[in-house]
């Protein structure tokens, strides 16, 4: 997925304007989940680290998401703006030899899943997230091996991997009896809330549950072992989380949205 350009079908992953509200070093999305429920989620991102990932508060359950390992210190952002559904941070090289842009993008998924948006409301079941984060190096050959880490209160949970070649035009989720060559967790939270959590199956070296304690490390290992000069490689993850009358299914099918979405735009 080297130097990626691809548009983004509008009917799969749209553009939302106005999802992020940013106040002085944080900025934070809110879902609203269904019409039927009283669970609400919040997303919220600290922006003068966003390295240190974000927090997702979804009813009484409350999830350290995506945090980023740091690299050196000088890992405090360059720049950090909102742009439609977009929060983007840019990171400068300084002690370590790679540039580093990360963009957290809301996911409508009633557009991903083809159903009409009531004109601007975010009344869905599921809140979405797709992290988006790109790598660049002017080392002639460097080894970058980012890792990504949550940390979920979870009461249970399954694993999933990737049926069907990179190729083919729609693939699907099993369930897996092999941790580390699985891409999909699906969790049930201590508080009842459900999530999801995966990556896109080629840019995942491992996944790894350190410890069975809660809230429990979820730490997912990018396929980035190796970097050229001047080739971006870009990784791609997701989130999405329901209330408690959320079923697994729902969640599945979100997840097989994201694992046959066109790669995403992100200049």
């Given amino acids: 997925m080297?130097?990626?350009?691809?548009?983004?079908?509008?009917?799969?992953?749209?553009?939302?304007?106005?999802?992020?509200?940013?106040?002085?070093?944080?900025?934070?999305?809110?879902?609203?989940l269904g019409e039927a429920e009283t669970t609400s989620a919040t997303l919220t991102v600290a922006t003068d680290t966003p390295l240190s990932g974000g927090t997702l508060q979804v009813?009484?359950?409350?999830?350290?998401?995506?945090?980023?390992?740091?690299?050196?210190?000088g890992d405090l952002p360059l720049d950090t703006y909102v742009r439609g559904s977009d929060l983007v941070a840019r990171f400068n090289s300084q002690g370590h030899p790679f540039d580093r842009e990360v963009y957290w993008r809301v996911i409508d998924c009633d557009a991903a899943?083809?159903?009409?948006?009531?004109?601007?409301?975010?009344?869905?079941?599921?809140?979405?997230?797709?992290?988006i984060y790109s790598?660049?190096?002017?080392?002639l050959n460097s080894s970058p091996a980012p890792k990504v880490t949550s940390l979920v209160p979870m009461k249970s949970f399954k694993v999933f991997s990737v049926v069907g070649a990179s190729t083919d035009a729609n693939r699907s989720w099993k369930a897996s009896d092999d941790l580390a060559c699985s891409q999909l967790l699906v969790a049930t939270l201590a508080g009842g809330a459900k999530l999801a959590l995966g990556a896109f199956p080629s840019?995942?070296?491992?996944?790894?549950?350190?410890?069975p304690k809660s809230p429990c490390p979820v730490v997912f290992h990018l396929n980035s072992d190796f970097l050229e000069k001047g080739v971006i490689r870009r990784t791609r993850m997701f989130v999405c989380c329901g209330g408690p009358s959320v079923d697994e299914a729902r969640l599945i099918q979100q997840a097989t949205a994201f694992l046959n979405s066109e790669i995403p735009l992100t200049t």
Avoid: C, R, Y
Wanted: net charge negative; glycine share 6%; aromatic share 4%.
């Fill in 59 to 73: 009813g009484d359950d409350t999830v350290s998401l995506l945090a980023l390992e740091k690299k050196g210190e």
């Fill in 135 to 139: 790598l660049q190096t002017d080392s």
């Fill in 113 to 131: 899943q083809g159903s009409v948006q009531q004109e601007e409301s975010a009344d869905d079941d599921l809140m979405g997230v797709e992290l």
């Fill in 203 to 211: 840019d995942l070296a491992s996944l790894e549950i350190e410890n």
């Fill in 2 to 32: 080297d130097k990626i350009n691809h548009e983004i079908p509008i009917a799969s992953f749209m553009s939302l304007n106005s999802v992020w509200k940013t106040l002085e070093n944080s900025s934070t999305a809110k879902w609203e």
